[in-house]
């Protein structure tokens, strides 16, 4: 099945992560294209709307939130997704990121796998048709067109509320969500449903995806909610 490729700009002046995240993105099917500092991005922005802006914070000479408001700026960019890259524990600056325009936000040090499917996800949203129906993370593939499950080659039987649970995951991979905001989420703001009812729902999607020896790739935060992710827990301390 031969498509046109989407074309993602990755704005980033730490060279080996451009090279690693050019060959994930490429391996993807993604076409790719890097700045190393905001002046160069800025001139390739005027030469051409890519698909994607993958945009690094902390740039030198132009910063990416600069730049990310300059493209909201412009008429033409103004529609272009754009996902920032930002410091772990800088929450007021993903904040502000999001108040200038980014469509979302993947926290460094992230694995590729977990920005491609932010790539995916954001694609989605901005432009339903334009990516394909397909939800990959962590071993676990969704066909949303054909409502199927796989996990490692094997598929998965899932109830429709698993179903939408992991869909929500899958888009936010890595993003530990509360009780209350996977109710909103998967179950909706206008249905009254008891809190314990998502740790029901998360026991059951666990059962129906976690096979033999397979990592969990639910994660339990304490105090907080839930997240799906296929990191192994950092070391205490
Ligand atoms: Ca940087």
Same mark, same amino acid.
């Given at each position: 099945m031969s498509q046109h490729k989407l074309h993602v700009l990755v704005v980033e002046d730490e060279v080996s992560l451009v090279e690693l995240l050019r060959y994930n993105l490429e391996k993807e099917g993604f076409r790719v294209t890097a700045a190393n500092d905001g002046e160069e991005a800025l001139a390739l922005l005027k030469e051409g709307k890519p698909d994607l802006l993958v945009l690094d914070?902390?740039?030198?000479?132009?910063s990416g939130i600069e730049i990310c408001r300059q493209v909201r700026r412009r008429p033409e960019l103004r529609d272009l997704p754009v996902i920032m890259l930002t410091a772990r524990g800088e929450e007021a600056d993903r904040v502000r990121g999001l108040e200038v325009g980014a469509d979302d936000y993947v926290i460094k040090p992230f694995s590729p796998s977990e920005l491609v499917a932010r790539i995916r996800a954001v694609l989605r949203r901005a432009r339903? #048709?334009?990516? @394909?129906e397909m939800l990959t993370y962590g071993g676990i593939a969704m066909d949303l067109a054909a409502h199927r499950v796989m996990r490692n080659g094997r598929f998965l039987h899932l109830g429709p509320t698993e179903f939408r649970l992991l869909r929500f995951f899958m888009e936010r991979p890595g993003r530990v969500f509360s009780r209350e905001q996977l109710l909103d989420g998967v179950?909706?703001?206008d249905i009254y449903v008891e809190l314990r009812t998502v740790d029901v729902h998360i026991r059951r999607l666990r059962k129906a995806i976690n096979?033999? #020896?397979?990592? @969990?790739?639910i994660r339990t935060v304490r105090a907080a909610g839930y997240a799906l992710d296929d990191q192994p827990d950092p070391a205490p301390g």
């Open positions: 914070w902390m740039l030198p000479h132009v339903p #048709g334009a990516a @394909d179950w909706g703001r096979g033999e #020896g397979e990592r @969990d790739v």
